[in-house]
């Protein structure tokens, strides 16, 4: 990664004075990443469909049979999680009476309804991440909520706006067109639903749909076998917040040391009889030093509190200036590093030193720190230095837990490296294979994440006809053509939430709130102005499409230096282009430019 024009040469910082040798730092990620570079990348992988499909059923809700639906709503919201819930919110503060919500899932919560795994917490601060705290009147009761804290206010959030009223849970959309003459879309689904609705708002998630290692004999395993996005507590006993009493005779195997790895393990270790966790890429571990809120505090909040502390975050995570840090943890205090990451980019309002420094030096700081603090709580040397993370801060999620690394202290926990080996080997009847070394278990958790933007329309999972019956694809052949990512032209009335041609940053929540408001504005002045569509003009949408280009920030760089991971497609990064890279805090303000200043003028038709 270069230098900002005009800093001053990065050799003003010696090996001596930091007291460690950048270059051979950057030698040893190189190694690490090319010992797990491999030449089918994304391709490794297996869907939880078809043979595979039970890995991807819902084992917590009961599906009913119900009868069909034909009839007409105002609104389609498809996807129960908090970009619907938020969409749905601002379209019923709107007006619209009817909204139906639909999902595949058996209730609300998206990721949190699936994500169920012992130990699930948001890593994010709940003050920030739970959107609309305020409107429902609720304090999180700890600093990062579990999981099924985050599920209830997800529930809590439809009753407060009715949202229940009207759903199709457990429902899949199959087909959308357009109907030009009746002005609206004709919606099918796999339950044989054909309905009408004059607004379609698609928010079906990113990482959505779980998969599984591509490890050669996985289907000839004769053990038991789960995704951790469909916790099987009928086997394990137990729930979220651990106490997995039926696995204390059993020797589990797990695969994945992501996010969720780091969180599974710790109870996974506590309660299985022996327990083996399957090793690919260390993650970075930091502090995270959760707590239950405060009532003092809670009770000092003033009127505005969320949006002021979601804001204050999203500025500092994506390395702006804020007077004060409200928030101050793991995620603020990287702040500038995430940036400078993340977009290749820092702050030109520093000086030149500091530039330096972040430019070339306070990435290997940071990770020399995560190294060390490995060092410290694990005790076997040999284990200890498995477990350090090699290469740049960024190039995959960083995680925090100050139970995960503690575990490998623990007599009934082995940590099985499998770098060497591009991941496991093979899997027999009653053992998973590294090497030639075999370990028998009676389960494998599979903690190995999601395919990467496969659900909703993008994926073409979700076939779109729009004016003259044109397929959505069809019409984006050449890449995606929208305005602001939130519609296209040729396709009225249809809006879609997720980063592409928009914004994004950790704190996704907060990315769907900013799109729900602009949803819920811009079909709040349609029914003002009695509009008959929303629809952006090709003009309005071309000109989008070039300012992402003009704007694009070539990370590629960073990318193919870091470890194979889904941040880069697997080693092999994608091209930039797609999101709006000067990031979510000049967007958002865009957006609200663009509503005050006679954008609205672009997209209404037929007044
Ligand atoms: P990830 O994709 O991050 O991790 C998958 C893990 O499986 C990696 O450790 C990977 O190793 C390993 N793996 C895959 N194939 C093999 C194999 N053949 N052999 C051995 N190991 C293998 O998935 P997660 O579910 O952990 O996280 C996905 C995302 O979900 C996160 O990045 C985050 O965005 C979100 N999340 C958010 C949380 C929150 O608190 N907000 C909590 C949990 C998840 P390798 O790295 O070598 O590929």
Known sequence: MSAQPGAPDRTRFTPEELGFDPESLRAKYREERDRRLRPDGAAQYRRAAGEFGYYAA???????????????????????????????????????????????????????????????????????????????????????????????????????????????????????????????????????????ARYIVVSSGTLTQPKLPGIPGIDTFRGHTFHTSRWDYGYTGGSPDGGLDRLADKKVGVVGTG???????????????????????????????????????????????????????????????????????????????????????VDTDLPAEEREYLDEIADFVKMNEIRARVGEVVTDPATAELLKPWYRYMCKRPTFSDFYLQTFNRPNVTLVDTADHGGITRMTENAVVVGDREYEVDCVVFATGFEVGVSGILSGTLPV??????????????????????????????????????????????????????????????????????????????????????????????LTECTPGYYNNEGKPRPAGNSFAPGPVVFHDLLRRWREEGGMDDVLVGA
Not at 78 to 105: H, N, P, S
Not at 262 to 267: C, E, L, W, Y
Not at 308 to 314: S, Y
Not at 315 to 329: K, Q, S
């Open 465 to 558: 006809y729009g004016r003259g019956g044109t397929p959505l694809l069809q019409s984006w052949q050449r890449g995606p053509k929208t305005l602001h990512g939130f519609y296209s032209h040729g396709f009225p009335n249809l809006f879609h939430l997720g980063p592409l041609q928009n914004a994004s940053a950790v704190n996704f929540v907060h990315i769907l709130q900013e799109q729900a408001t602009h949803i819920g504005a811009v079909v709040a002045e349609a029914r003002e102005r009695d509009a008959r569509y929303i629809e952006p003009t090709a003009d309005a949408q071309e000109a989008w499409v070039a300012t992402l280009r003009a704007n694009a920030r070539d990370t590629s760089a960073f």
């Open 259 to 345: 996010a969720t790895g780091i969180q599974v393990i710790p109870h996974l270790g506590r309660d299985a009889g022996q327990l083996y966790v399957f090793q690919r890429t260390p993650s970075s571990v930091d502090a995270r030093g959760n707590r239950p809120t405060d009532p003092d505090w809670a009770a000092s909040l003033k009127p505005g509190w969320q949006r002021e502390r979601m804001a204050n975050f999203l500025a500092i995570v994506t390395g702006g200036h804020v007077e004060h840090d409200l928030v101050g943890d793991g995620w603020t205090s990287t702040g500038r590093l995430q940036r400078q990451m993340l977009s290749g980019t």
């Open 58 to 196: 819902d084992p917590y809700t009961a599906r009913v049979e119900r009868d069909a639906v034909h009839d007409r709503v105002e609104a389609l919201v498809v996807g129960g999680g908090f970009g619907g819930l938020l969409t749905g919110a601002r379209l019923r503060q709107a007006g619209l009476a009817d909204i139906r919500m639909l999902d595949e899932a058996g209730d609300f919560g998206g990721t949190w309804y699936w994500n169920r795994y012992p130990g699930i917490h948001c890593d994010i601060e709940s003050y920030s991440y739970l959107p609309l705290l305020e409107e429902v009147g609720y304090v999180p009761q700890w600093r990062y909520s579990p999981g099924e804290e985050i599920r209830q206010h997800a529930i809590a959030i439809a009753k407060h706006f009715d949202l229940y009223r009207d759903t199709l849970f457990h429902t899949r959309v199959t087909e959308l067109r357009w109907d030009d003459d009746a002005a609206e879309w004709q919606v099918r689904t796999d339950r044989g639903d054909a309905f009408r």
